[in-house]
């Protein structure tokens, strides 16, 4: 199961998409860049640790 934040520019542990084009977009709106594979989804920015330092500076 996917679930997703409409309306926040805040990732969340579960912020997670199919395709890795979906994950991309996301990044974007959290101001970093890139995406990284999770077991079978994609999560936004270059890799997990660079999600959580951008989240902690938005």
């Known amino acids: 199961m996917t679930l997703r934040s409409a309306g926040s520019v805040h990732a969340q542990s ?3 998409y199919p395709t890795r084009g979906e994950a991309g977009a996301r990044a974007r709106t959290l101001e970093c860049s890139g ?12 890799n ?8 902690r500076n938005n």
């Open 14 to 16: 579960f912020d997670t």
């Open 35 to 46: 995406a990284c594979a999770m077991g079978g989804q994609w999560m936004p920015c270059a």
């Open 48 to 55: 997990e640790q660079a999600q959580h330092r951008d989240l």
